[in-house]
């Protein structure tokens, strides 16, 4: 599966920005997705999941109240809703697809990476 993320830019602190991630193949109903975030000098980090059938998500604790992970089957297609964002959000933010997965929020449980996509936020 091949996986193509838009959506980033250069936000203010504060704003909202909506992350797209396009799936190519006729599977994707079998994969759960992630969103990872990576910051200039650290690791790529989890940020988000969600299950095939959308049942189960995870976040990680920094952006719990703030993200929203959904998938729409028909589209091929997991968003990452970015409220209230802040200056350590800055990233460029990468989709994956995990075969047969259930939201892990671990890195290598991921088959599958998008080339990733730039989020900017400005205080």
């Known amino acids: 599966v091949q996986l193509t993320e838009s959506g980033g830019g250069l936000v203010q602190a504060g704003n909202s920005l909506t992350l797209s991630c396009a799936a190519s193949?006729?599977?994707?109903?079998?994969?759960?997705m992630g969103w990872f975030r990576q910051a200039p000098g650290k690791e790529r980090e989890f940020v988000a999941a969600?299950?095939?059938?959308?049942?189960?998500?995870s976040y990680v604790d920094s952006v719990k109240g703030r993200f929203t992970i959904t998938r729409d089957n028909a589209k091929n297609t997991v968003y990452l809703q970015m409220n209230s964002l802040k200056p350590e959000d800055t990233a460029v933010y990468y989709c994956a697809a995990d075969n047969w997965g259930s939201a892990s929020q671990l890195r290598d449980d991921y088959e599958y990476w998008g080339q990733g996509t730039q989020v900017t936020v400005s205080s």
């Open positions: 193949g006729r599977t994707f109903n079998s994969y759960a």
């Open positions: 969600i299950s095939w059938n959308s049942v189960q998500t």
